[in-house]
């Protein structure tokens, strides 16, 4: 059993920054394969970015390569997401997400569990 508590999330202009935090319970975290999602209003869940056990491996949408970056510290039990010039299309609920299997990372399916989530706001 994981539980995930995400934080950080906030209003920002557009240009500026935020670095999301995923903390998770358990002494099991380095054997999850970790995922973010976002959720803007009237839209699916997406994929952002995924990053494997060790951190050796990184995943990134299209649409935020360049500009979000995922990493973990297994030490400390958690998994961060750097978001750097943010746009007002990356207004939405992000979500940290666990997995034990890479399969389809990029997919909602494979991830047992989920945290609440944590409101991103970015102003035109």
């Known amino acids: 059993q994981v539980q995930l508590v995400e934080s950080g999330g906030g209003l920002v202009q557009a240009g500026g920054s935020l670095r999301l935090s995923c903390a998770a319970s358990?002494?099991?975290?380095?054997?999850?394969?970790m995922g973010w999602f976002r959720q803007a209003p009237g839209k699916e869940r997406e994929f952002v970015a995924a990053i494997d056990r060790n951190g050796g491996t990184l995943y990134a949408a299209d649409s935020v390569k360049g500009r979000f970056t995922i990493s973990r510290d297994n030490a400390k039990n958690t998994v961060y997401l750097q978001m750097n010039s943010l746009k007002p299309e990356d207004t939405a609920v992000y979500y940290c997400a666990a997995t034990p299997s890479r399969s389809a990372y990029y997919t909602t399916r494979p991830y047992d569990y989920w945290g609440q989530g944590t409101q991103v706001t970015v102003s035109s």
């Open positions: 358990g002494r099991t975290f380095s054997s999850y394969f």
